[in-house]
C-alpha cells in the first residue's frame, strides 16, 4: 500500500481526452475484514490535500472551501479507482471531465471573480 501511494499521490490526472483534471490528493480505501485494503477511488481537491495535512488542516480546508462555494462542494471529488485506464507519467481515467462537477469552483470563480475585473 506504501508503495501505491508513492506512485499515485500528487500525479497528474488526466481524462480520456487528455484534458489535465488536477493532482492525486488522497486515496479511498475498503478495509476488508481478513484481506489487504482495497483502493476504491482517488480524491482531488483542496479538502482532501487539507486532510494529508492533518485533522486541523483538513476541517480548515473544508470550511474555507464550503464558505467560498456556498457550501455546494464540502467534499472532495473522487473518481472510482475503476475508472483507471492507465497509469504511467499521469494517471489517465475513462471518464469525460465535462460530464463532471470537477470544475465548478473554477467555474464559479471566473464568473464571480475574474469576469468582473475589467479587461478580463
Known amino acids: 500500500m506504501m508503495q501505491l501511494l508513492r506512485d499515485i ?7 480520456r481526452e487528455q484534458v489535465k ?3 492525486v490528493d488522497g486515496l479511498v480505501a475498503e478495509l476488508r475484514q481478513a484481506k489487504p485494503p482495497r483502493v476504491i477511488a482517488v480524491e482531488l481537491g483542496s479538502i482532501a490535500l487539507g486532510r494529508r495535512l492533518g485533522a486541523v488542516p483538513g476541517r480548515w480546508a473544508a470550511r474555507l472551501v ?3 462555494s456556498g457550501k455546494r462542494q464540502t467534499r472532495p471529488h473522487r473518481i472510482a ?3 483507471v ?24 470563480l471566473r ?3 475574474i469576469g468582473r475585473i475589467p479587461g478580463a
Open 111 to 113: 464568473e464571480h471573480v
Open 21 to 23: 483534471i488536477g493532482k
Open 66 to 68: 464550503a464558505r467560498l
Open 81 to 83: 479507482w475503476n475508472k
Open 85 to 108: 485506464r492507465d497509469i504511467g507519467v499521469d494517471i489517465e481515467f475513462d471518464i469525460d471531465v465535462r460530464q463532471t462537477k470537477i470544475f465548478a469552483w473554477q467555474d464559479w
Open 9 to 15: 499521490l500528487d500525479k497528474q490526472v488526466v481524462d
